[in-house]
């Protein structure tokens, strides 16, 4: 089973401030996707990045896959209430999509 | 609207009382997926299914049996539930696989599900 290790588990930050979270393996993935999800609901799909070195932005979020595809990382600027979530990465390889633990992100006003 | 729809939302049930959840999707997408959510362990994938008639293990098949007779359909069946089954399970389809590239998921609402 390939493993994803995200960090931090936990992130409570004042609004306006600006945070990364990390997303880690020792495995090599031809895909990594970033999803965010709320409480009561499935995960949302925010990104897919497929290319070693790749960066995405959305708004405020800018998503990088590292250059040997192992590793990525969520990069938020002035983060907002409403950025509050469980935000997951999900590594895709041989048939199957493995999620790391979740980041639990808390944007106080 | 494009959706995956998962029934029922809230489900409680005794011990090896088999039961069915469903799982519908209206996009078209090959590949459809379960995955039970616990705390502390995240989201770890039951089954998956590359398309019709076609299922394959996830990391943690044991005690749970899919079907794929259709591309919209992929029901999850608990024949004897048991308390460590108790979780929040997702249903999840998507287009696949592009040149080993995978789509991304397009998750159900969930059914959380307590074996008493």
């Known amino acids: 089973t390939q493993l994803l290790e995200q960090s931090p588990q936990f992130l409570s930050i004042q609004e306006g401030e600006n945070l990364t979270v990390y997303c880690n393996s020792s495995?090599?993935?031809?895909?990594l996707q970033w999803y965010r999800q709320e409480p009561g609901e499935g995960p949302v799909l925010l990104v897919t990045?497929?290319?070693?070195?790749e960066v995405k932005k959305l708004k405020r979020l800018t998503f990088q896959f590292g250059d040997a595809r192992k590793d990525s990382s969520l990069h938020i600027t002035a983060a907002q209430p409403g950025d509050t979530g469980l935000y997951l990465c999900?590594?895709?390889?041989?048939?199957?999509?493995?999620f790391g633990q979740g980041t639990i992100l808390t944007v106080h006003p | 609207e494009a959706q995956v729809t998962q029934n029922p939302r809230y489900l409680i049930t005794v011990t090896g009382k088999k039961l069915t959840v469903t799982c519908s999707q209206n996009?078209?997408?090959?590949?459809m997926s379960w995955y039970r959510q616990d705390p502390g362990l995240g989201l770890r994938q039951i089954y998956y299914?590359?398309?019709?008639?076609?299922?394959d293990k996830g990391d943690v098949p044991e005690g749970y049996k899919v079907s794929r007779k259709e591309k919209r359909n992929f029901p999850l069946i608990l024949e004897s539930p048991s308390p460590n089954q108790t979780s929040l399970y997702f249903c999840?389809?998507?287009?696949?696989?592009?040149?080993?590239?995978?789509?991304?998921?397009?998750f159900g609402s969930g059914t959380r599900l307590t074996v008493v």
């Open positions: 996009m078209n997408h090959e590949y």
């Open positions: 299914s590359m398309n019709v008639e076609v299922t």
């Open positions: 999840a389809s998507s287009f696949g696989f592009n040149r080993g590239k995978m789509y991304g998921y397009t």
């Open positions: 990045v497929v290319t070693g070195g």
């Open positions: 999900a590594g895709g390889a041989g048939g199957k999509l493995t």
């Open positions: 495995s090599v993935f031809s895909s």
